[in-house]
T-cell receptor
Framework: AQTVTQSQPEMSVQEAETVTLSCTYD???????LFWYKQPPSRQMILVIR??????QNATENRFSVNFQKAAKSFSLKISDSQLGDAAMYFC????????????FGKGTKLTVNP | DAGVIQSPRHEVTEMGQEVTLRCKPI?????LFWYRQTMMRGLELLIY????????DSGMPEDRFSAKMPNASFSTLKIQPSEPRDSAVYFC?????????????FGPGTRLTVL
């Protein structure tokens, strides 16, 4: 079974600085998708960024980018120019491309942004 | 466009009572997922449907839980009888495959408290 590990329960960053959240996963599959979701205090799950495993290029969405290392099974999220609104729980998730459509989530990282 | 709609947003009930959670997916989406979020177990899939057919119900805890999707625009998750350990946030999500990938969009969740 696939597992997702987020080793940082909590992180903090100063406003306007850059922070990187870590995620590793375990799978025997070669084709899959990886996601980062944000959950603010409102508890709404919001998609931040998505990466297809077959793509070598790292995904970017404005201030958010990932460092996808397929051989190392690592998928970190970098947030540049951090804003107060970035404060939230961040969840890394895995989805097989060939088997179940379910998302397998990590335990999450709580990000605090200090003014 | 309306997102995934869930009702109720909050539910407080007493042990032994029947609880029904409702979900309306995004129009045109053909996959629907029910997830549960607890402090102990994090986010985990309960069941998902594809074209109204249950595909993977391996996450359904026990016979007290049941889910239905009578049509493409409505799904229910029922707990009967409810127990205090069922207290959690229940999320519904929907998706549609476009090209090689799909993305799951989450509803706001239902916070269930069983006394």
């Amino acid at each position: 079974a696939q597992t997702v590990t987020q080793s940082q329960p909590e992180m903090s960053v100063q406003e306007a600085e850059t922070v990187t959240l870590s995620c590793t996963y375990d799978t025997s599959e070669s084709d899959y998708y990886l996601f980062w979701y944000k959950q603010p205090p409102s508890r709404q799950m919001i998609l931040v960024i998505r990466q297809e495993a077959y793509k070598q290029q790292n995904a970017t969405e404005n201030r958010f980018s990932v460092n996808f290392q397929k051989a190392a099974k690592s998928f970190s999220l970098k947030i540049s120019d951090s804003q107060l609104g970035d404060a939230a729980m961040y969840f890394c998730a895995y989805r097989s491309a060939t088997r179940s459509e379910k998302l397998v989530f990590g335990k999450g990282t709580k990000l605090t942004v200090n003014p | 466009d309306a997102g995934v709609i869930q009702s109720p947003r909050h539910e407080v009930t007493e042990m032994g009572q029947e609880v029904t959670l409702r979900c309306k997916p995004i129009s045109g989406h053909n996959s629907l997922f029910w997830y549960r979020q607890t402090m102990m177990r994090g986010l985990e899939l309960l069941i998902y449907f594809n074209n109204n057919v249950p595909i993977d119900d391996s996450g359904m805890p026990e016979d007290r839980f049941s889910a239905k999707m009578p049509n493409a625009s409505f799904s229910t998750l029922k707990i009967q009888p409810s127990e205090p350990r069922d207290s959690a946030v229940y999320f519904c999500a929907s998706s549609i495959r476009t090209g090689h990938t799909d993305t799951q969009y989450f509803g706001p969740g239902t916070r269930l408290t069983v006394l």
